[in-house]
C-alpha cells in the first residue's frame, strides 16, 4: 500500500464515513491469561466511546512506510488449506461473528506476542464500498464497483496510571488519586487484506510497529507465516557495510559525500511519487555509478550485494532508511559536526602538518555556546 491507499482507509476511520461494522475486545494480563473478551455491534457505542477507539484506529495506520508501516506478501504455502493466511481469511469472511475462530486468533496472539504486562487486543471488521473515480482524479460515490471488506486488528498496551494527588469533589479535598488501567495507542497493528490499487489483494497485508526496531518477529512469523523485513536501522547498517566492504581503503569523506548527495537527488526527484523509492539491485549499482565509484570497485559492489541477497533474503532497500536529507552528520570519539546537507561544499579535508583536517569555511557569523564571536583571520 501507498501513502495515497493509506490516506483513502484512514479517512473512513472517522464518525462522518465510518465503514466499521463490529469490533471486538480481548484483554491479557501480565501472566498471558485472557481476562476479559467482548463483540458488539459498532454503531451501538456511544459517540465519546467510539470516538477514542477512531484515535486508536488512525494511530494503527500512521508512521512512515517501510518504517512503521510495512508492507507484506504471504508465501504460497500459507495461502493454502490450513495456511495462516486462509485462517486470517476465514476470520475476515465470519464479520467476526465466529466466536470459535476469533478464540483461536486470540489464543495464537497469546502464544506469540511478546509483551510483559497487560494488553488490549482489538479487532474491527469494515466494508468499504470504493468510490469510483473520474478522470480528473474526483471520487464519484454513485459509480462504486467494488468493496474492501477488511479486519484491522490494533494490540494496546495497558498502562496503570501514574500516582498523584488529585481534587475529590464529594469530599471536597485532596486525596491520592485512584489509579486507573488506561488503553495506551497501539504498539502493533495489522490491516488484512491489503488495500492495493485501491481494491483488495488478499495476498498481502499492512503491518504497523510503533517503534520500528521491535518488529514482534515470532508474533509476524507465527501469525501471518512470513518473514519481516529488515527494519529501517539494519537496512541502514547493510547498506553502511556495502559502502565499506565495496570502497575498502578508498571509503574517505568525498566519495561518502557524494553517494550522500546521490542518493537525496534521486529521494527529491520522487518526493511526489504515491510509492517511496526502493533501491533494488540495479538501483544500488546507478547510486555508485552516479558518485563516480571506479570500474572495479562496482565489481566488488556486485559480491557485496550477492552477500545480503543472501543473507537477508532482500537485497532491497528504502532510500529513506539508509540516509537522512535533514542532516549530515561528521563524528570523531571526541567531535560531532552537524551539517546543513545542502551545504556540504563548505566541507573539506586537507592535510595540514602532516594531519588529516576538516576544514570548515565559514562567514562572518559564528555562534559558541549561544554567544556571537568574532572570526580570527591571519593574513600571510
Request: net charge negative; proline share 4%; glycine share 4%.
Amino acid at each position: 500500500m501507498n501513502k495515497k491507499e493509506i490516506s483513502e482507509i484512514k479517512k473512513t476511520l472517522n464518525p462522518e464515513n465510518s465503514v466499521i461494522t463490529r469490533i471486538c475486545g480481548c484483554y491479557i494480563d501480565g501472566e498471558k491469561e485472557i481476562k476479559f473478551k467482548s463483540k458488539e455491534a459498532f454503531h451501538s457505542l456511544s459517540e465519546e466511546e467510539a470516538f477514542k477507539y477512531f484515535d486508536i484506529f488512525k494511530h494503527s495506520l500512521s508512521g512512515s512506510i517501510g518504517k512503521n508501516l510495512l508492507n507484506m506478501e504471504f508465501p504460497l504455502d500459507e495461502e493454502k488449506v490450513g495456511g495462516k493466511q486462509e485462517f486470517l481469511l476465514k476470520l475476515k469472511d465470519s464479520g467476526l461473528e465466529d466466536d470459535e475462530l476469533l478464540d483461536e486468533f486470540y489464543q495464537k496472539v497469546v502464544e506469540n506476542y511478546i509483551y510483559a504486562s497487560n494488553y488490549y487486543i482489538i479487532l474491527i471488521h469494515g466494508i468499504y464500498d470504493i468510490p469510483g473515480k473520474s478522470s480528473d482524479g474526483s471520487e464519484m460515490f454513485d459509480a462504486s464497483d467494488n468493496v474492501y471488506d477488511y479486519i484491522l486488528c490494533s494490540i494496546c498496551p495497558v498502562n496503570l496510571a501514574k500516582s498523584g494527588l488529585s481534587y475529590d469533589a464529594d469530599t471536597n479535598s485532596i486525596g491520592e488519586r485512584v489509579r486507573d488501567w488506561i488503553v495506551a495507542a497501539p504498539a502493533n497493528a495489522f490491516l488484512f487484506p491489503a488495500f492495493n490499487d485501491r481494491n483488495t489483494d488478499i495476498h498481502s497485508l499492512l503491518y504497523y510497529s510503533k517503534n520500528p526496531e521491535e518488529l514482534q518477529y515470532s508474533f509476524v512469523d507465527n501469525i501471518f507465516g512470513t518473514n519481516a523485513p529488515m527494519t529501517a536501522e539494519s537496512q541502514k547498517e547493510a547498506f553502511n557495510n556495502i559502502i565499506m566492504n565495496t570502497l575498502g581503503e578508498d571509503c574517505d569523506f568525498n566519495t561518502i559525500k557524494t553517494i550522500h548527495e546521490t542518493l537525496n537527488e534521486m529521494i527529491e526527484e520522487t518526493k511526489d511519487e504515491p510509492e517511496p523509492l526502493i533501491l533494488t539491485t540495479n538501483e544500488v549499482k546507478h547510486v555508485f555509478e552516479e558518485s563516480d565509484i571506479p570500474n572495479e570497485k562496482l565489481e566488488v559492489l556486485e559480491k557485496q550485494l550477492d552477500v545480503v541477497a543472501e543473507e537477508q533474503q532482500s537485497p532491497t532497500f528504502l532510500a529513506s532508511n539508509v540516509t537522512n536529507v535533514r542532516k549530515f552528520n561528521i563524528e570523531t570519539p571526541d567531535v560531532v559536526i552537524k551539517v546543513n546537507p545542502e551545504r556540504t561544499d563548505l566541507v573539506e579535508t586537507r592535510v595540514i602538518d602532516g594531519r588529516q583536517c576538516l576544514v570548515i569555511a565559514v562567514n562572518d557569523h559564528i555562534e559558541v555556546n549561544g554567544i556571537t564571536i568574532r572570526a580570527n583571520v591571519n593574513e600571510d
